[in-house]
T-cell receptor, first 117, second 112 residues
């Protein structure tokens, strides 16, 4: 158990809909990362938040957005869903991305499997 | 998005055999990580490497950070059934937690 929790475990929805994925980081971790894992693209970085603020953006579509709340949990919002958005979405957390401490690495949650029909 | 080249894509071995896999990049990374993913689960960190040339072990697993900073290797000795899964390398440009760039994965299957 990594200490990172994600809900829901599975989500089935229809094209055009909007969903919210939730992540609670490990206790004490300030930074949250979202990744998408699909069969054709592998594991891809989407976005990073640190202590409530957006820190870095990766291959995140404009239809997707995220935020990190004062209690440090994060939500990933996916809207106008398309069939191609079906994937596993992982959240990871770490203590402090710029501490310079090499041991501050990322630990992953169990993921949310999104199926768009 | 960028993915690191990982080989082999898949391996079929017998229990007790040793396993080797590698990961290469066209750009330099300052941190290399190896993760294992079981079906329906998130990646689990196996080994982290922070220095070029570094050789680090974790039980039966040994990983090396290539001298050029553009590659890394993972060896598993005396494989056991619970080693089955997908192994991913990941690189970071900066120390401590900028985004991870993942490899394409190596699927390990153990033949009974």
């Amino acid at each position: 158990d990594s200490g990172v929790t994600q809900t829901p475990k599975h989500l089935i929805t229809a094209t055009g809909q909007r969903v919210t994925l939730r992540c609670s980081p490990r206790s004490g971790d300030l930074s949250v990362y979202w990744y998408q894992q699909s069969l054709d693209q592998g594991l891809q970085f989407l976005i990073q938040y640190y202590n409530g603020e957006e820190r870095a953006k990766g291959n995140i579509l404009e239809r997707f957005s995220a935020q990190q709340f004062p209690d440090l949990h994060s939500e990933l919002n996916l809207s106008s869903l398309e069939l191609g958005d079906s994937a596993l979405y992982f959240c990871a957390s770490s203590v402090n991305p710029r501490s310079g401490n090499p041991s501050d690495t990322q630990y992953f949650g169990p993921g949310t499997r999104l199926t768009v029909l | 998005g960028q993915q690191l080249n990982q080989s082999p894509q898949s391996m079929f071995i017998q229990e007790g055999e040793d396993v080797s896999m590698n990961c290469t990049s066209s750009s330099i990374f300052n941190t290399w990580l190896w993760y294992k993913q079981d079906p329906g689960e998130g990646p689990v960190l196996l080994i982290a490497l922070y220095k070029a040339g570094e050789l680090t072990s974790n039980g039966r697993l040994t990983a090396q950070f290539g001298i050029t900073r553009k590659d890394s290797f993972l060896n598993i000795s005396a494989s056991i059934p619970s080693d089955v899964g997908i192994y991913f390398c990941a690189g970071q440009t900066n120390f401590g937690n900028e985004k991870l760039t993942f490899g394409t994965g190596t699927r390990l299957t153990i033949i009974p």
